[in-house]
């Protein structure tokens, strides 16, 4: 079993930053990629940003320049560095831990956390 936890989301007026992280626990043998989805209301979910085990990164078009992705391959963690937030990114975003596990190879998923910018 592999456990998705998410942290850092809030509440940031238009321009702000914050700083998202994430971190997968249990018998993970190895993670492939992990990423960053977020769901707004009445809106289709998108996907943010992916980072790979070797450091290869991709970008949705709406965040090139303002996002950053890492992660610490030690810690199984990955971070999205959110710079210059406009009202548009407010919506529940997930981590997604593409993962080697006692189960197989699957998908995992955390619980979501608000982002809220205000203006």
């Known amino acids: 079993q592999v456990h998705v936890v998410e942290s850092g989301g809030g509440l940031v007026q238009a321009g702000g930053s914050l700083r998202l992280s994430c971190a997968a626990s249990?018998?993970?043998?190895?993670?492939?990629?992990m990423g960053w989805v977020r769901q707004a209301p009445g809106k289709q979910r998108e996907v943010v940003a992916s980072?790979?085990?070797?450091?290869?990164?991709n970008y949705a078009d709406s965040v090139k320049g303002r996002f950053t992705i890492s992660r610490d391959n030690a810690e199984n963690t990955v971070y999205l560095q959110m710079n210059s937030l406009k009202l548009e990114d407010t919506a529940v975003y997930y981590c997604?831990?593409?993962?080697?596990?006692?189960?197989?190879?699957?998908?995992?998923w955390g619980q979501g956390t608000q982002v809220t910018v205000s203006s």
């Open positions: 980072i790979t085990s070797g450091g290869t990164t």
């Open positions: 249990g018998t993970i043998f190895s993670i492939n990629v």
């Open positions: 997604n831990v593409l993962a080697t596990s006692r189960g197989g190879h699957n998908d995992y």
